[in-house]
């Protein structure tokens, strides 16, 4: 659980001083009876007066007259407290309100180890007279409580400490010489005085110990290059770059001679890539965006020779990445490598130079290639950001290579390239189909509405009868894109009317598209056509219309079509559009009363079903009708339980009276298993327990997370311990849920437990349903039920585990741990399917 401090907007200083003297007393009053309890806490005693002490001390302006009366309570309060836990609760109000009147106080602290930490945090604020406190205090300490002086003095970087903290690193005890390493780097501040000391320790030095100086050698070499003293940097990085140092060192010292050393860091890091250590390898090739240019980016492509193929992937993404033109041609070299991973690799990186003379290279490959290869080749040409690639690519389509062509008027579709719609148009009528189709294709993408004429001649008159449906295809995405519905359907119909009888269906059914009253009209005519194909292009295209207006049109056609492919077409196309109605209700009644075929039936219910439409209660209804039915009744009942669905939190009553009418009638498992899932939902804050007993809060002192505490056995869940103090649950009960905080306070990283007894009135199969914010763990009858962390929000139903329930009392129990944001559970007994549990009694003893 997280503190959430409230602040008062001060609207005028006068107002600010006024009511800041008005609520001193009581302020003070409050403060003085939450002190009470601090002299002997201790950790897991209740947290709520160490809130209203921090709510108070830092909330507190720091111009309110009442500071250094608080400060001397709180004073009082330390000199008086007899546990660690209570000072150092204390030296932390102490570092918010304290002035230089609490240093003796809190420099008395630091010759007790269990407090030493917090007092040492208080002083460090304290800078006029705590730092001199810290700094006396560095001579007379020893141990873990030195170690953190010196922490401290480095962090405040009080560069007069360094004197004394430098013999410090030949300590006895590691803690200290640790601590005082650390410290050495951070006071150096580029000076460089730190390096001769921690040089000579170093070669006698082990574990944590070598690890800090390290550290702090480079921390120093990075200031000092910071400060312009990059040769005397570069001879501290020297010596971690050595052979036989560790790799990690290694790696942090060629990062720092590439910064220091300009003009050898290209040789550096090449010969880095080109070592047979893969870690060395790697980092190498991160380092490159390091050094600029195209000489280097050259330099760096040289040394894809002499690597394997992971790393040649590694050096060309690297490549890539830096997005230079001058590694082009030995990149696309590495496009024809053996190994597929390595010419994926560099189909990328082309991708990413900008640089047109790849532009041909990209689109040989994407033809020549299949699979992923092309994919990568094809993406490459999309994303490459060169000036004239468009141009470059309008010159491939101009060529004779059909392939390349090909891929070349997809990228130029796929680039949205409006320049290249001339060149594309002359191709759409090439001699090579592939080449025809695939640029007619591209029309559909780059054409405006100016254009549509060129495009429609192309599907009146093709070449080849197979370019027909693809001409089609292109003329509807053109068509989506023109915004008014006479632009749409003037091309269209002066078309139609000269058009040859096989182009004729193909303009018939785009109108459609057009969803124009004069496309309508002319459609309505085709219906007549003694042509079969414009006579089906005319029920397909009303069953394509994008509004109601062709309801009734369809309605004739399902009733009266010639053939069944007819009556389907103009089924789906009038139940699509019933979904859009004002009256949904009404016309799936019209055209269920019109339909007699089981699966024409089913398609409706189906639609029903789906329809999110005002008028649920009527459509539901209509769905019901048919759940007695033997052939519909499954269709019927799915249709329901969808529509019920979404009525619950509107008429929950009406909803869950047709799921039951699903359950009972259905003879379909898997429709009524369905039905009984949303009436669970529905019910899902119905019958929560809430009479417990509880015990806690529990923590694990040093362990600060919830993981911990809920990993911890505590007593309660210890068999045979007494003396654990149950009280009765009565505060932070709502309707279906518990807040912890309200009994136990606001603890983070900790448990409590719960307990009630079940009267059952026979054995029975059962179902334990909970919620936590954030973990629960539950025993039934001495036996753990749920055992899985899981953090989150509360919510019903999170947890759901089955149980036997025995004739008689039963035990449970309940482990809630809270970690930070909220402390609240619920839970509750169900039968196995989630249906309620009837007969049950609880009690809390």
Not at 177 to 199: Q, S
Not at 306 to 311: D, R, S, V
Request: net charge negative; aromatic share 4%.
């Amino acid at each position: 659980m997280k503190h959430t401090f409230r602040t008062t907007l001060l609207l005028t200083v006068l107002t600010a001083a006024s009511c800041a003297l008005a609520a001193e007393p009581e302020t003070l009053a409050k403060l003085d009876e939450a002190l009470k309890a601090v002299p002997a806490f201790q950790h897991g005693d209740s947290g709520g007066p160490l809130m209203e002490i921090e709510r108070i001390v830092f909330q507190l302006p720091t111009d309110d007259p009442s500071r250094e009366a608080i400060e001397e309570k709180v004073l009082e309060t330390l000199q008086a407290a007899t546990t660690a836990d209570a000072k150092q609760f204390l030296c932390t109000q102490l570092r918010v309100i304290g002035t230089d009147r609490c240093v003796p106080a809190l420099e008395g602290l630091l010759a007790d180890p269990e407090v030493a930490d917090a007092a040492v945090y208080a002083l460090g604020r304290l800078e006029t007279r705590g730092i001199p406190a810290l700094s006396r205090a560095l001579e007379k300490t020893s141990g873990r409580v030195q170690a953190a002086i010196v922490n401290a003095l480095a962090d405040l970087e009080v560069c007069q400490a360094f004197g004394k903290i430098r013999p410090l690193l030949g300590a006895s005890d590691p803690i200290v010489a640790t601590a005082a390493a650390r410290a050495l780097g951070r006071l150096d501040l580029g000076r460089g005085v730190a390096i001769a000391p921690l040089t000579a320790a170093r070669p006698d030095a082990a574990g944590p110990l070598a690890l800090e100086i390290d550290n702090a050698l480079l921390l120093c070499a990075e200031q000092m290059a910071v400060r312009g003293e990059k040769a005397k940097a570069a001879a501290v990085y020297e010596g971690f770059y050595k052979p036989d140092r560790p790799i990690q060192l290694r790696c942090a010292g060629l990062r720092g001679l590439v910064l220091t050393q300009e003009d050898k860091a290209v040789g550096l890091l090449r010969e880095a890539i080109q070592s047979e250590d893969p870690e060395l390898q790697r980092t190498a090739i991160a380092y490159i965006p390091l050094a600029e240019g195209p000489q280097a980016t050259l330099g760096f492509a040289g040394a894809l020779d002499a690597l394997q193929p992971e790393g040649k992937v590694l050096l060309l993404q690297a490549l890539g990445d830096r997005g230079d033109a001058a590694a082009g041609g030995v990149i696309w070299a590495e496009a024809k490598d053996p190994e597929q991973a390595v010419r994926i690799a560099a189909l990328e990186a082309l991708g990413k130079l900008r640089d047109v003379s790849v532009v041909r290279a990209l689109a040989e490959a994407a033809a020549k290639t299949e699979g992923t290869e092309q994919k990568v080749a094809r993406a490459s040409l999309l994303r490459l950001d060169a000036d004239d690639a468009n141009r470059k690519l309008i010159e491939l389509v101009e060529g004779n290579e059909s392939s390349v062509r090909i891929e070349a008027l997809g990228a130029l579709a796929g680039r949205d390239a409006a320049e290249a719609v001339g060149a594309v148009l002359e191709a759409a009528s090439d001699d090579d189909s592939s080449v025809r189709r695939a640029a007619i294709s591209a029309l559909g993408t780059l054409v405006e509405a100016s254009d549509l004429p060129a495009v429609i001649r192309l599907a009146v008159e093709p070449k080849q009868a197979e370019d027909r449906p693809v001409a089609e295809e292109a003329l509807g995405r053109v068509l989506t894109r023109v915004e008014d519905a006479d632009d749409r359907s003037r091309p269209l119909l002066a078309a139609l009317k000269a058009a040859p009888l096989e182009a004729r269906p193909t303009l018939v059914r785009l109108l459609s598209k057009a969803g124009s009253s004069q496309a309508l009209a002319a459609v309505r005519a085709a219906l007549g056509s003694p042509d079969a194909a414009v006579a089906q292009a005319a029920v397909a295209a009303l069953a394509r219309w994008p509004d109601t207006t062709v309801t009734d049109d369809l309605l004739k056609l399902i009733a009266s079509a010639q053939n069944d492919e007819q009556k389907s077409l103009a089924l789906e196309g009038f139940v699509r559009l019933a979904a859009t109605a004002d009256n949904p209700t009404a016309m799936y009644v019209r055209v269920l009363d019109l339909v007699e075929r089981v699966n024409d039936r089913k398609l409706v219910l189906a639609r029903l079903g789906e329809s999110d439409s005002s008028d649920s209660v009527e459509v539901l209804q209509l769905a019901k009708r048919f759940l007695h039915d033997e052939q519909l009744g499954p269709s019927a009942g799915l249709a329901t339980l969808r529509i019920a669905n979404r009525l619950k939190d509107r008429d929950a009553e009406r909803a869950r009276a047709a799921l039951k009418d699903v359950i009972e009638t259905v003879r379909h498992d898997d429709v009524r298993q369905r039905a009984q899932e949303v009436i669970n939902d529905m019910e899902k804050y119905d019958d929560h327990i809430l009479k417990w007993v509880g015990a806690g809060p529990f923590t694990e002192k040093g362990k600060a997370s919830g993981e911990a505490a809920y990993a911890t056995v505590f007593a309660p869940e210890q068999s045979g311990v007494q003396g654990i103090q149950w009280q009765p649950i009565t505060k932070g009960i709502g309707s279906w849920e518990i807040n912890l905080e309200s009994t136990f306070g606001g603890v983070d990283h900790c448990a409590a437990y719960l307990r009630t007894r079940v009267l059952s009135p026979a054995e029975q199969e059962a179902q334990l349903e909970m919620g936590s914010d954030d973990a629960v763990k539950a025993w039934l009858n001495g036996a753990a039920v749920y055992d899985q962390y899981g953090g989150g929000g509360v919510a019903p139903r999170q947890k759901r585990v089955k149980v036997k329930l025995q004739k008689g009392w039963n035990e449970l129990m309940l482990k809630v741990v809270d970690h930070e944001g909220g402390w609240v559970f619920c839970c509750r007994l169900r039968r196995p399917d989630g249906t309620a549990l009837e007969g049950l009694k609880i009690e809390a003893q």
